[in-house]
C-alpha cells in the first residue's frame, strides 16, 4: 500500500510561482509512475503531468508545457511540481498519483492510477 501526501500549494498573484511535494509512504513508491492532476470547480479532473520510475520519461499537458516541470527524488520519496508563470486558469486543487503497473509509458486516464493523495489547493489571483 502506497500513501501520497501532497503539499505546497497556496495563495500566490499571477505570474509567480510555486512548488508542490508529493511525498510517499512504501518502498515500492520509486518504481511506479507518478503524476499530477488538478480539478477545478464545476470541472472534471485534468492531467498535468507525470514522471516514469527513472525520472527520464515525463509528460505534460499542453496548458501547462513549457511552466511547468516535474521531478523525482526516489531517495526521498518524493515527487515535485515546479510551477512556474502561474495564470488564474491554474487555480484547482492539485492531486498527485501513482500507478504501481510496470508500464513502458505514461498514462494520462485518472482512472489508471491506483493510489492518490488528498489534494493541496492552489489559488492563483488576477
Known amino acids: 500500500q502506497v500513501q501520497l501526501v501532497e503539499s505546497g500549494g497556496g495563495l500566490v498573484q499571477a505570474g509567480n510561482s510555486l512548488r508542490l511535494s508529493c511525498a510517499a509512504s512504501g518502498r515500492t513508491f520509486s518504481s511506479y509512475v507518478v503524476g499530477w492532476f488538478r480539478q477545478a470547480p464545476g470541472k472534471e479532473h485534468e492531467f498535468v503531468a507525470a514522471?516514469?520510475?527513472?525520472?527520464?520519461?515525463?509528460l505534460y499537458a499542453d496548458s501547462v508545457k513549457g511552466r511547468f516541470t516535474i521531478s523525482r527524488d526516489n531517495a526521498k520519496n518524493t515527487v515535485y511540481l515546479q510551477m512556474n508563470s502561474l495564470k488564474p486558469e491554474d487555480t484547482a486543487v492539485y492531486y498527485c498519483a501513482a500507478d504501481r503497473r510496470p508500464i513502458p509509458y505514461i498514462p494520462t486516464m485518472n482512472g489508471d492510477y491506483d493510489y492518490w493523495g488528498q489534494g493541496t489547493q492552489v489559488t492563483v489571483s488576477s
Open positions: 514522471i516514469t520510475w527513472s525520472g527520464d520519461n515525463t
